[in-house]
C-alpha cells in the first residue's frame, strides 16, 4: 500500500444512472431549501428592523411630546395663577377706597390740607 493509487471504475449500468439523478436531484432540493431558508431569514431580518427603527422613533416622539406636555402643564398653571392675580387686583379697582389709595402713593395726589414728603428709597451711602 505504498504509493500506488486505487482506482475504482463507475459501473455503467440504468440503476448506477438512476442513482446519479437521485443525487443529482437531492442536491438541488437542499440548495433549493438553503435559498429558501436564506431568503426568508433576510426578510425576517429587515421586518424586525424596520419595526425596531419604527418604535425608536415612536418612543423619541413621545418623549418630545410628554416634555411639551408637561412644559404646556406648567404655563397653563402659571396663567392660571395670573389670571387669579388679575380678578383679585379687579376687585380691589372697585373699591373706591383702594383706588384712591394708588393715587395717592403712585401720583402724589393729596386731601385738602395734607402735605406729601417723599423720601427715598435708598439708603444714602457714607
Given at each position: 500500500?505504498?504509493?500506488?493509487?486505487?482506482?475504482?471504475?463507475?459501473?455503467?449500468s440504468n440503476y448506477m444512472e438512476q442513482y446519479d439523478v437521485?443525487?443529482?436531484r437531492q442536491k438541488r432540493k437542499k440548495q433549493r431549501l438553503i435559498r429558501r431558508l436564506v431568503l426568508f431569514s433576510l426578510?425576517?431580518?429587515v421586518i424586525i428592523?424596520?419595526?425596531a427603527g419604527y418604535h425608536?422613533?415612536?418612543?423619541?416622539?413621545?418623549?418630545?411630546k410628554q416634555e411639551?406636555?408637561?412644559?404646556?402643564?406648567?404655563?397653563l398653571a402659571?396663567?392660571?395663577?395670573?389670571?387669579?392675580?388679575?380678578?383679585e387686583e379687579i376687585n380691589l379697582l372697585n373699591n373706591e377706597d383702594y383706588v384712591l389709595d394708588i393715587a395717592r402713593t403712585n401720583y402724589f395726589l393729596?386731601?385738602?390740607?395734607?402735605?406729601?414728603?417723599t423720601i427715598p428709597d435708598e439708603e444714602p451711602s457714607y
Open positions: 500500500m505504498s504509493s500506488q493509487k486505487k482506482t475504482v471504475t463507475k459501473i455503467d437521485y443525487i443529482e426578510v425576517t431580518l428592523g424596520s419595526m425608536v422613533k415612536q418612543r423619541v416622539l413621545h418623549a418630545e411639551q406636555y408637561e412644559q404646556l402643564e406648567k404655563e402659571e396663567l392660571k395663577q395670573e389670571e387669579e392675580n388679575l380678578k393729596s386731601k385738602e390740607g395734607e402735605l406729601i414728603f
